[in-house]
């Protein structure tokens, strides 16, 4: 497939070796003194000091040279693991919000792992997402285990794969014996590790903070699944040009990824990034802007020079309900990130700059998962695709609608929405005129109103809380009180659907 891109091969070429003189002649403060060690054993030229580190060119060069082309990201589930990169690009909820809003109130709260249950058990049936970033915090967590009781909510709930970031090595080793308990033993679990983790160890510009470091090593030293996210803010602590963005974001990538096959050689990564211009009127965090699409376009390039699998956090929005800008937002950026080859987008069901969880607008993004995965699909050209034998015995005047051919093919050919509105107004208006919001939301409500068969079995789940005294409940139960939104009963077109399903149940 050929991809959209703005950078020519000299301009990509530019970028890398800017990066390279900006990490040999301006260097990184990096605050771990342990990784300040590693660079300097393996070359690196390390003022303990200042605590800056220089990177020459030629050990860059070196090590970047030895990350895997692909990486895997595992699930409870085998059949729900992601290798890429694939053909289409692998789908995320975005993660973290510390709130979500209420679907009974309408209003934004604290979350709570039984939000995170409930999130978990719908990501699991909604086709366009393949992996479950945790979506939300949880205000509800014990002492001691704020992270264990995000991943056990998520996990026991999720078949696909699920990840999050944790704060320090201590919480990391929790929610490794999580994962020992679930597969049933240390060595079950070793076998096929489903625990996938991220970090933030870049704090732009040209920083390494202390823990996130910290976990970086260690996840790398022990064969952990992980993979880091550069997370820059044009105009504050980036250049505010987009060509001045990406070298600094590049030059920051490239040392992170450095720093882990220093650790250990031939471990996964992916050039992930969430990088976001702000607003000059007002400083205001943009995540929503085609910036982020445009960014995303270049990072694309850079990773295929680099042979490493492209992510980004596309898709987000500023908009605090599901309307209009959040549409666009949510639409334009990841569809510009799929048609310039990005391999990992983290896109679903946050609004107001990633501070809340929204049910509705995670069934909206799996439609906009979907149709992005219809693009990446391709255009299908072939000579028996043109079908002009078809035409031909079709004729003028014909009607190609009573062809086998298109009976065939009406469920591949197109997409077809389930929450997109196609009726004619007036049939819309006497279904009772709802939003996409409100049909979205009675979607969510009927898959969390069905039992999670994916939910973790009793005899497994009584081992982990044995272990974890204190533990939250972690199920996914319909919250109190949260109804389907009233459609017109009295309508007629209502209620002959009504009939029509009580039929098919009944045979």
């Known amino acids: 497939m050929n991809f959209f891109s703005y950078l020519k091969d000299d301009e990509i070429d530019y970028v890398h070796q800017a990066s390279l003189e900006i990490l040999e002649e301006t260097g990184l403060l990096v605050r771990n003194e342990k990784a300040r060690k590693r660079f300097a054993e393996h070359g690196a030229k390390v003022n303990f000091d200042s605590h800056v580190v220089r990177i020459p060119a030629d050990i860059v060069e070196k090590y970047r040279a030895l990350i895997p082309p692909t990486i895997t990201l595992r699930g409870r589930n085998p059949k729900f693991d992601v290798t890429f990169p694939r053909r289409l690009p692998v789908i995320a909820t975005a993660s973290s919000a510390p709130d979500i809003v209420d679907p009974v109130s309408g209003k934004a709260r604290r979350a709570t792992s039984h939000d995170i249950a409930r999130i978990a058990h719908l990501v699991n049936e909604l086709p366009g997402f393949d992996l479950f970033s945790i979506s939300t915090l949880a205000e509800d967590a014990p002492k001691d285990q704020f992270s264990l009781t995000r991943f056990y909510a998520a996990l026991k709930n999720c078949l696909k794969p699920v990840r999050t970031s944790v704060y320090n090595i201590k919480e990391a080793k929790q929610v490794i014996r999580l994962g020992e308990l679930m597969a049933g033993s240390r060595e079950a ?3 096929r590790p489903f ?3 991220g970090y933030c160890s870049i704090v732009s510009p ?8 910290e976990t970086m090593m260690y996840f790398a030293e022990n064969g952990i699944t992980a993979y880091g996210t550069v997370a820059p803010m044009g105009g ?3 250049p505010l040009s987009l060509a001045g963005m990406l070298t600094i974001m590049n030059a920051e990538w490239l040392a992170a990824a450095v720093l882990v096959q220093m650790s250990k050689q031939g471990t996964a990564q992916i050039y992930n990034f969430l990088p976001v211009f702000a607003d000059m009127r007002d400083g205001a965090y943009a995540p929503g802007a085609i910036e982020i699409g445009m960014m995303n376009s270049a990072v694309c390039q850079m990773a295929r020079f680099y042979d490493v699998p492209a992510g980004g956090y596309l898709g987000l929005t500023n908009s605090k309900i599901a309307d209009a800008q959040a549409g666009f937002e949510k639409g334009m950026s990841p569809l510009m990130g799929a048609m310039s080859g990005a391999d990992f987008i983290v896109t679903g069901g946050l609004q107001d700059a990633l501070m809340s969880f929204d049910f509705g607008q995670a069934v909206i993004d799996n439609e906009i998962a979907l149709m992005i995965k ?10 028996q695709a043109v079908s002009l034998q078809e035409i031909k015995n079709t ?3 014909g009607m190609f609608a009573a062809n086998p051919a298109t009976l065939e093919r009406m469920h591949d050919a197109t997409f077809m929405p389930e929450l997109a509105d196609r009726n004619l107004r007036e049939k819309w208006e006497m279904e009772g005129s709802s939003t996409i919001h409100q049909r979205a939301m009675n979607k969510a409500r009927d ?3 069905t039992p999670n068969l994916a939910a973790l079995d009793s005899k497994t789940d009584e081992q982990v809380r044995a272990e974890f005294k204190g533990l939250v409940a972690g199920d996914s139960l319909l919250q109190k009180g949260w109804m389907r939104t009233d459609i017109n009963n009295d309508s007629p077109i209502r209620s002959r659907r009504v009939n029509r ?3 098919i149940t009944k045979t």
Do not use: A, C, Y
Not at 206 to 213: A, E, R, V, Y
Not at 374 to 383: A, D, I, L, P, Q
């Open 189 to 191: 679990f070793w076998q």
């Open 195 to 197: 625990i996938n983790f």
């Open 206 to 213: 040209l920083t390494m903070d202390f823990d996130s470091t």
């Open 236 to 238: 504050l602590s980036t």
């Open 374 to 383: 219809k693009v990446r699909e391709g255009f299908g050209f072939s000579k």
């Open 395 to 397: 004729g003028p005047g």
């Open 447 to 449: 898959i969390l109103s």
């Open 501 to 503: 399903r009580r039929k």
